[in-house]
């Protein structure tokens, strides 16, 4: 584990854009699903490759795993039907399911392992879906951040139809014995993005050092605007994030007979590179600039004992700028970065949360900042991992750079030296907060009475200052 920072003298002026993630808040980080009325089967468009949509890029209807808890706690046994989950009320637990041939999966969504039904067959039997089974949906139109339900009632309708009640499962009903340990990057494919800001471009970058398969692209988002500040002014900013999310699951229920599972994990990693640019004349503010570039959301689907265990990651880009004074700046700045969140659990000693600060790398600059004041740049990530549509841990991860400027300065790391009237101070820093929801019950793990708050990371290093008057 390290921090680093380029030491170059143009470190001076620079800004940090603040990166990504997903509301920290509970209710914004929880999915807006149907609470009212069964959702249809109808498929939404797909998001990856269109930016204004936040729909999950499901176009048909993968087939759900039906599986039968073991009382002796070895995995759940597949039963060897397959369904589809056409629609489902989260609220009320009612669920439409499809059975026989016509449940077989025509398309998968996007995912990071085989989207396999164990014993899946092209034929089924009316009683195809029995009370007291589970069923494991990967994402479908109805359930775009998957399911895992226990059936607890089923009227049979007309056609390979099914009615059924159900109540929310629990993973260790489903894995029971099993011990699973994953560290996954999502595809960037996969990943929906809704545009917070005009204009907001869109594609996919060659991972740097290559990469196979779902791994091998970057998810780039390109943003140019204008936002306006207090007395009228405005600032212009340009920015360009390129992203490598990952999620981390495993699960240990090889103790389940004595006492509970015996530990469990989900975290969340994100390495990122930044460029921004911007050009502004600010007034001292306590409340430093936020804009919102994008939210993103996926739901990579990972096999475990041949069953679907979906985890839904969130993440929510901010670029962030602010002053405790008059300062005129324009500056060019990049950002590398790896970090990391995740939540573990041990028997005996229950749930812990744990941040990694990873690296940080500071690049070159090129800026001209005139004033006497403090300026903060940074890129800001919002981010929260769960299961199942339940979420689990949320944090905030904020890479930023303070420089302190008295006059004027003027940087160039291309080769030119700084040209410095006053004196200039640059102080990189890292600050990474959050908190485990008590709702991750969705493991099967002993409850907590309330949230656990992550323990606040916060570390600051000096970059090269000058004072001097050519």
Same mark, same amino acid.
């Given at each position: ?27 914004? @980080? ?19 490759? @269109? ?31 397959? $369904? ?187 390495? @990122? ?111 929260? $991992? ?85």
């Amino acid at each position: 584990m390290s921090i680093r920072s380029r030491a170059l003298p143009a470190l001076a002026a620079t800004l940090l854009l603040a990166a990504t993630g997903c509301a920290a808040s509970a209710p914004a @980080a929880e999915p807006a699903l149907a609470a009212a009325a069964l959702t249809t089967e109808t498929a939404p468009a797909p998001a990856a490759t @269109a930016p204004s949509s936040t729909e999950p890029a499901v176009t048909t209807t993968p087939a759900a795993a039906v599986a039968t808890p073991a009382a002796s706690g070895k995995p759940a046994a597949g039963t060897g039907k397959a $369904v589809a989950l056409l629609a489902y009320d989260p609220a009320s637990g009612r669920a439409t399911l499809r059975t026989g041939a016509a449940a077989k999966p025509t398309g998968t969504p996007r995912s990071t392992g085989p989207s396999h039904t164990p014993g899946a067959s092209a034929t089924a039997a009316p009683d195809t879906v029995r009370t007291g089974q589970l069923i494991a949906s990967p994402p479908t139109p109805a359930a775009p951040r998957g399911a895992l339900v226990a059936v607890t009632g089923v009227q049979k309708t007309e056609g390979d139809r099914v009615e059924v009640t159900t109540r929310p499962a629990e993973v260790a009903e489903l894995l029971g014995a099993t011990a699973t340990e994953q560290h996954t990057a999502i595809d960037a494919h996969g990943i929906r993005v809704q545009p917070l800001v005009k204009d907001l471009k869109v594609g996919f970058t060659a991972r740097p050092g290559g990469g196979n398969g779902t791994a091998s692209a970057q998810l780039s988002l390109d943003a140019s605007t204008s936002v306006p500040l207090p007395g009228g002014a405005k600032a212009d900013l340009a920015a360009g994030i390129r992203l490598d999310p990952s999620v981390d699951f495993s699960y240990d229920g090889r103790g389940i007979l004595k006492g509970g599972i015996e530990k469990a994990r989900v975290g969340f990693g994100l390495g @990122a590179h930044a460029d921004w640019k911007v050009s502004a004349t600010l007034a001292a503010n306590p409340t430093p600039l936020r804009v919102p570039l994008a939210k993103l959301s996926a739901s990579p689907v990972l096999t475990v004992a041949g069953f679907p265990v979906v985890v839904n990651l969130d993440l929510t880009c901010y670029l962030t700028v602010g002053a405790d004074g008059k300062l005129t700046v324009e500056a060019e700045q990049n950002l590398d970065g790896a970090w990391s969140v995740h939540a573990d659990y041990a028997k005996g000693k229950g749930w812990t949360t744990t941040a990694d600060p990873g690296t940080t790398t500071v690049g070159p600059v090129r800026a001209r900042l005139s004033g006497n004041a403090a300026l903060r740049t940074g890129l800001t990530a919002e981010a929260s $991992v769960g299961l199942y549509n339940t979420v689990g841990v949320a944090a905030g991860i904020e890479p930023y750079l303070r420089t302190q400027v008295a006059g004027s300065v003027t940087l160039d790391t291309t080769g030119k030296p700084p040209h410095v009237e006053g004196s200039w101070t640059n102080t990189a820093g890292l600050d990474i907060n959050g908190r485990l929801y008590a709702q991750i019950k969705i493991l099967g793990t002993p409850l907590f009475k309330a949230d656990l708050p992550l323990p606040a990371f916060h570390r600051e290093w000096p970059l090269p200052s000058l004072s001097t008057t050519r």
